[in-house]
T-cell receptor, first 116, second 111 residues
């Protein structure tokens, strides 16, 4: 079956512009996560959604970052007024249930964001 | 807050040898620990999960151990092959958040 998909695969933008990154999780997966991976760094947790519950936004680095998940499926991560330090690979993952319930996460291929 | 350390950034071994990767955490023992493989330009792929009450878990040539006294997990690949070359990530669950990942160890297996 289809895995997690993300679009675009690459995004180059100018400093100060807004960008939207999209994630299509595996059908039936109730949990969805966003991570950021900078060069030479580990995966940095940003936000996760579980079903219809309020998302856990504890990892968002600033109020320029926001995310929504419509209809419990597709998610969009929005970065406003992008800065050069936002350049990274943004990874989306989904799982059958919450992280605390021993579920493995299935990752998408990521979106490489470059802010000039 | 919990921190994860994967001691070696890079590990180079010869084909056929056993690769051993280390993952240490700093605070309380998590309910479970996971290992993922990441190839360049791709997202991580789940390999194994080990729970806090399990000492060892095996899957084909892979073996994971979990020592809550040492606050350490070891990841072994036996009879390593060049195709095993990748970055291996350790991850654990911290209550109230998603998984916390280590920076990874890049394994290179030479023929």
């Amino acid at each position: 079956g289809a895995g997690v998909s993300q679009s675009p695969s690459n995004k180059v933008t100018e400093k100060g512009k807004d960008v939207e990154l999209r994630c299509d999780p595996i059908s039936g997966h109730t949990a969805l996560y966003w991570y950021r991976q900078s060069l030479g760094q580990g995966l940095e947790f940003l936000i996760y959604f579980q079903g219809n519950s309020a998302p856990d936004k504890s990892g968002l680095p600033s109020d320029r970052f926001s995310a929504e998940r419509t209809g419990g499926s597709v998610s969009t991560l929005t970065i406003q007024r992008t800065q050069q330090e936002d350049s990274a690979v943004y990874l989306c993952a989904s799982s059958l249930g919450l992280a605390g319930t021993y579920n493995e996460q299935f990752f998408g291929p990521g979106t490489r964001l470059t802010v000039l | 807050s919990q921190k994860i350390e994967q001691n070696s950034e890079a590990l180079n071994i010869q084909e056929g040898k056993t690769a051993t990767l280390t993952c240490n955490y700093t605070n309380y023992s998590p309910a479970y620990l996971q290992w993922y493989r990441q190839d360049p330009g791709r997202g991580p792929v789940f390999l194994l999960l080990i729970r806090e009450n399990e000492k060892e878990k095996r899957k084909e040539r892979l073996k994971v151990t979990f020592d809550t006294t040492l606050k350490q997990s070891l990841f072994h690949i036996t009879a390593s092959q060049p195709a095993d070359s990748a970055t291996y990530l350790c991850a654990l669950y911290q209550a109230g958040t998603a998984l916390i990942f280590g920076k990874g160890t890049t394994l290179s297996v030479s023929s």
